[in-house]
């Protein structure tokens, strides 16, 4: 199967900004999609952002603007960027082969999920 790594989570700041990566390994060619996923405690998994392998992306409307989605050249490895951070993007943070994710809590039990990245935005 893919597996999904991400890494680049912290402590930052309001204000302050941060990248994400992850990076997949496993697959047998291009992955045709990818979506970034975050839980914060007591909230319900909530969609991020999402890039198809041709690049079309969707950005929820409380990151739009703020938050950047994109492809390595490669095209094994997707990024967020994030800027502006606020405390309400506190949370952990997944990537997915699976864009169109609506379940309440993330990772599911199946799928291709990364382990998730802790991002923490202090006031």
């Known amino acids: 199967g893919v597996q999904l790594v991400e890494s680049g989570g912290g402590v930052v700041a309001a204000g302050g900004s941060l990248r994400l990566s992850c990076t997949a390994s496993?697959?047998?060619?291009?992955?045709?999609?990818w979506g970034w996923y975050r839980q914060a405690p007591g909230n319900d998994c909530e969609f991020v952002a999402s890039?198809?392998?041709?690049?079309?992306?969707e950005y929820s409307d409380s990151v739009k603007g703020r938050f950047t989605i994109s492809l390595s050249n490669a095209m094994n490895t997707v990024y967020l960027q994030m800027n502006e951070l606020d405390p309400e993007d506190t949370g952990v943070y997944y990537c997915?082969?699976?864009?169109?994710?609506?379940?309440?809590?993330?990772?599911?039990?199946?799928?291709?999920w990364g382990q998730g990245t802790r991002v923490t935005v202090s006031s």
């Open positions: 496993g697959t047998a060619g291009a992955v045709p999609g």
């Open positions: 997915s082969t699976d864009r169109l994710f609506m379940g309440v809590t993330c990772p599911p039990s199946s799928g291709d």
């Open positions: 890039i198809t392998s041709g690049g079309g992306t």
